[in-house]
């Protein structure tokens, strides 16, 4: 099939200077390049491009990264060594992250063959100052963008077995792309799901976390469910599937029910773990008194689900923290008879996720069968937050350090000098006691006398 051709406008300034840069240096070294894969789809998606691909034809792929970092500012390439790739990029107003790649075939066009997906076998070159070709080599890539089709352009078992990856990929693309899958495709990746376990985790993780910020990721757990890709990436989120909560409050299974959570938060990583796994440990939790069911402790096993998930895919230790406080404390009993210094200590206990706790607790009293009591509740206490003084709050420590309330009761380091440090600090936020260093004395010596509080 016979190349097809169009041009088209780029209205991104800082991106074409970066790629008019790129074309210099590459003349002054004899190098010949193309724009590959996801900048020029996206250009015709109507997206700004966030990588831009560049294959290196004829030449070394660090000739042209490094240059730009000895010379323009860009940072250290970094080298790829499974596929022999190099990336670097700018920081500031205008990011901009590169990868030079090698060609893997004797050709151009055999190059593009082995490609994940058609829709990234474009090409693309500069023509003049915001004015690109773009060109489609296997004549598909245009076509596929057209219908909105996933498809391979060889064989999709051996894309598949050249990086079982390209599986959850082709989810993320159904998510952020909003395409489909082309029925070959969707039926060997059925059968080759397995493989998937012979990626690296960091890659596995680095698609998950892709397909969860998208609009819609429910979407896309729903697709790897169908792929049986769950049994692979997250087997702790399966007891959920169907388990029936038999419970007036709640309107659909806990798996549905999770989904919808998750569509509810905003897209950070850490709320849309949070939401996709706070209901896990409840299967496990289930007790039956009656008629009556129960789900006590829930949080924390559905805390230590997530763990084992975090562990086994190497979440960054911060991030993997963060969503294991937003699981156990995302039961929050709010009542309007909440007093004050209720308000301020659930400040001041939760201040490090307040934010993403509070999109959790509306996400999911939103998803309830009758969700209008349970969201005016979220709102009413979110309003209580915002009459607070949130950052001198979270900033309110004891008078008295703890070597100060050793020395004043005589008693060894230990745990009980963290409750006494508390006992102070909750006195403070109930008024009834000044933020003062004789206060805090005073307020230790008559609840806490020397001759009861050490006990050799």
Known sequence: MNDQKLQISLDEPAIDAAIELVGRIAAQHGIEFTIVGGAPREILLHRKPKDIDILVIKGDARTIP???HLSHGFFYPVLFDKFGTYRTGLQGAHPIDMEFVPLRASTLRDDLLLRDFTLNTLTMKRISALRYEITDTLGSALGALEQGLLQTPIPPGQTITDDPLRILRGVRFSCTLGMHMDPPFKETAKRLAPLLREVAVERVRDELFMILVSDRPSRGVLLMQELGLLEVVMPEILPMIGFDQRSPYHKDELFTHSLEVMDQTHPRIETRLAALFHDTGKPSSLQETGDKVTYYGHQDKS????????????????????TESLIQRHMINYTPEWKDSTVKKFIRNNYDILEQLLDLYRSDAGSLADPLKPLSMVDELTGRINRQQVEQISRLE???????????LALPPGPKIGEIKNAI?????????????????D?????????????P
Do not use: C, H, M
Not at 303 to 322: D, E, K, V
Not at 398 to 408: A, F, H, K
């Open 425 to 441: 600090v909750d006195a403070i936020l109930e008024g009834t006691l000044e933020p003062t260093s004789q206060a805090a004395r």
């Open 398 to 408: 004891s008078p008295l350090n703890g070597t100060e309330i050793q020395e004043l």
């Open 66 to 68: 490094l240059e730009l």
């Open 443 to 455: 307020f230790i010596l008559k609840t806490y006398p020397p001759s009861a509080s050490w006990k």
């Open 303 to 322: 805390a230590a689900l997530f763990r084992a998930f975090s562990t086994r895919l190497r979440l960054p230790n911060q991030l993997a923290a963060r």
